[in-house]
C-alpha cells in the first residue's frame, strides 16, 4: 500500500504540474516593452506619383521608442532626420531639403496618439486592440492609427490603416500606411525641372515587436 500511496502521490504532482504549465503557455501573450526604435528594428518608406513614374524612397536616419502607460495603454515617439531622406537622384534629395527647410527643422517627429483594433477596443482606453494569441502570417489584425505628424513645426492629426501579423512565435510586425498633404505642412512643391509631384506622399511604417506568455 505504501508504495501504491507513493506512486498516486507523484502522479498527481506530475499532473498538477503539467496543467500548471498548460495555463503558462496558454496565458495572455504581450508586447515586451519598451523597445527602442531604429533603423534596425523598423524600416519608414514613401512614395509619390510624379509626371514621369512613381518616385520611392525611405529615411535611413530614424530614432524613438515605443512603450507602455498603464492608464493609457500604448504610446510611440519617432523622428526621422530630414537629410536622411532618400529617393536614389541626389538633386532631387537637395531640392526636397531645400523646401523641407532641414537646416532649421531637421527632423519630422511622429507621435502615436491610439490604436483601434478591428474588436473595437483601443490602446486609449487602456484595451487590448488586438488578441495577439490569434495572430498568424495569414490571419493578420487590422488597426486604425491615430498619430500626430510634425513638420516643419507644423502639427497635424494624421490617420494611418495598419495591421498586426506573427513573424515568429515571439515576434509580431506591425505594418502601416498613410497619406500626408505637403502643402498642410508648409512645404513647397519639391518637384524639379518638368517632373511634377504628386501632393500627396504615401508613407509606410514598420516594425517588429517582441512577445511573451
Given at each position: 500500500?505504501?508504495?501504491?500511496s507513493s506512486l498516486l502521490k507523484i502522479s498527481?504532482?506530475?499532473?498538477?504540474?503539467?496543467?500548471?504549465?498548460?495555463?503558462?503557455?496558454?496565458?495572455?501573450?504581450?508586447?515586451?516593452?519598451?523597445?527602442?526604435?531604429?533603423?534596425?528594428?523598423?524600416?519608414?518608406?514613401?512614395?509619390?506619383?510624379?509626371?514621369?513614374?512613381?518616385?520611392?524612397?525611405?529615411?535611413?536616419?530614424?530614432?524613438?521608442?515605443?512603450?507602455?502607460?498603464?492608464?493609457?495603454?500604448?504610446?510611440?515617439?519617432?523622428?526621422?532626420?530630414?537629410?536622411?531622406?532618400?529617393?536614389?537622384?541626389?538633386?532631387?534629395?537637395?531640392?526636397?531639403?531645400?523646401?523641407?527647410?532641414?537646416?532649421?527643422?531637421?527632423?519630422?517627429?511622429?507621435?502615436?496618439?491610439?490604436?483601434?483594433?478591428?474588436?473595437?477596443?483601443?490602446?486609449?482606453?487602456?484595451?487590448?486592440?488586438?488578441?495577439?494569441?490569434?495572430?498568424t502570417e495569414t490571419k493578420p489584425c487590422l488597426?486604425?492609427?491615430?498619430?500626430?505628424?510634425?513638420?516643419?513645426?507644423?502639427?497635424?492629426?494624421?490617420?494611418?490603416?495598419?495591421?498586426?501579423?506573427?513573424?515568429?512565435?515571439?515576434?509580431?510586425?506591425?505594418?502601416?500606411?498613410?497619406?500626408?498633404?505637403?502643402?498642410?505642412?508648409?512645404?513647397?512643391?519639391?518637384?524639379?525641372?518638368?517632373?511634377?509631384?504628386?501632393?500627396?506622399?504615401?508613407?509606410?511604417?514598420?516594425?517588429?515587436?517582441?512577445?511573451?506568455?
Open positions: 500500500m505504501g508504495l501504491v498527481l504532482v506530475t499532473l498538477v504540474l503539467c496543467i500548471n504549465n498548460s495555463v503558462i503557455a496558454d496565458s495572455k501573450e504581450e508586447f515586451v516593452l519598451p523597445l527602442s526604435i531604429t533603423n534596425n528594428t523598423a524600416q519608414v518608406s514613401f512614395k509619390v506619383d510624379s509626371t514621369w513614374h512613381t518616385v520611392r524612397g525611405s529615411i535611413e536616419t530614424i530614432n524613438g521608442k515605443v512603450w507602455r502607460e498603464n492608464s493609457e495603454g500604448i504610446r510611440a515617439e519617432i523622428d526621422g532626420e530630414v537629410k536622411s531622406f532618400k529617393t536614389g537622384l541626389g538633386m532631387r534629395d537637395r531640392e526636397l531639403y531645400k523646401v523641407m527647410v532641414a537646416d532649421k527643422y531637421p527632423s519630422v517627429h511622429f507621435s502615436l496618439s491610439s490604436i483601434t483594433g478591428e474588436h473595437g477596443t483601443s490602446t486609449e482606453q487602456g484595451q487590448e486592440f488586438c488578441h495577439l494569441s490569434e495572430l488597426t486604425t492609427i491615430d498619430a500626430f505628424v510634425t513638420i516643419r513645426e507644423v502639427r497635424k492629426q494624421v490617420k494611418f490603416s495598419g495591421h498586426f501579423k506573427r513573424v515568429a512565435p515571439d515576434r509580431i510586425k506591425l505594418g502601416s500606411k498613410g497619406k500626408l498633404n505637403w502643402a498642410e505642412f508648409g512645404v513647397e512643391d519639391p518637384s524639379i525641372l518638368i517632373a511634377k509631384l504628386d501632393k500627396e506622399v504615401q508613407v509606410s511604417f514598420s516594425v517588429e515587436i517582441p512577445t511573451r506568455r
